[in-house]
């Protein structure tokens, strides 16, 4: 199958496609931080001019979109046009996504505001549930693909560690690299999806 990773320059997802024996591509605006199939363009034009692709799996930017973000794109606040903005944006890519795949697509965001009457209702995974001793429920809405099945619950063991090891993206401290590491796609993740989907 021709996947596309969209809003991805980890290459993670892509690469556990290819594992697979699929010919996956990651997209970004920014360039790939592992050597292989990637292009470096908006998301949409991607989509629309380097198909066809049977699957499209999404990770839109969520700086604007998480209920983290409230205290400065919440309603009433200075950039609040922002998260306007990025709303609109991520409705169109979805349903661009949704009318382009020819199996199925998905998008990834975490808990936030997109709005489930544009959107549809998410499912929701979370690290734990695929190997990973964290805490991150995140949505996963979902387009003729099947909901993704835990592959190894370490819920128990994660819950043994102190919250801020179990917690680790939310009590991640200031750096360049923050925004980038906070939304980097878990192995398991990225593992279930190849595997399950592919």
């Given amino acids: 199958m021709r996947v ?6 980890n290459g993670k997802l892509r690469d556990a496609f290819i594992r697979m024996g699929h010919d996956a ?16 363009m908006d998301i949409k034009k991607a989509i629309l001019h380097y ?25 009433g606040k200075e950039k609040h046009y922002q998260r306007i903005e990025a709303i609109e ?6 349903n661009l996504a949704k ?14 505001v997109l709005p489930k009457d544009r959107m549809g209702l998410p499912t929701y995974i979370h690290p ?19 909901p993704l099945k835990e592959t ?6 994660m819950m043994l560690l102190p919250i801020k090891e179990r917690q680790k993206v939310w009590h991640m401290p200031p750096s360049p ?4 590491l906070r939304s980097e796609t878990y192995d398991g993740w990225a593992n279930a999806m190849s595997q399950q989907w592919g």
Avoid: M
Wanted: net charge negative.
């Fill in 4 to 9: 596309l990773a969209g809003c991805e320059e």
């Fill in 25 to 40: 591509w990651s997209c970004d605006l920014l360039p790939t931080r592992r050597s292989g199939p990637h292009l470096q």
């Fill in 51 to 75: 198909g066809p692709w049977d699957i499209i799996i999404l990770h839109p930017d969520c700086t604007w979109l998480t209920v983290a973000g409230n205290g400065t794109y919440g309603s």
């Fill in 89 to 94: 944006w991520t409705v169109d890519l979805w």
């Fill in 99 to 112: 009318s382009e795949a020819k199996i199925g697509a998905a998008l990834e965001n975490p808990i936030g």
């Fill in 128 to 146: 734990w549930q695929f190997g990973h001793k964290e805490q991150k429920k995140t949505c996963l809405w979902l387009d003729r693909l099947p």
């Fill in 152 to 157: 190894y619950n370490v819920y128990d063991e």
């Fill in 177 to 180: 690299n923050r925004k980038r």
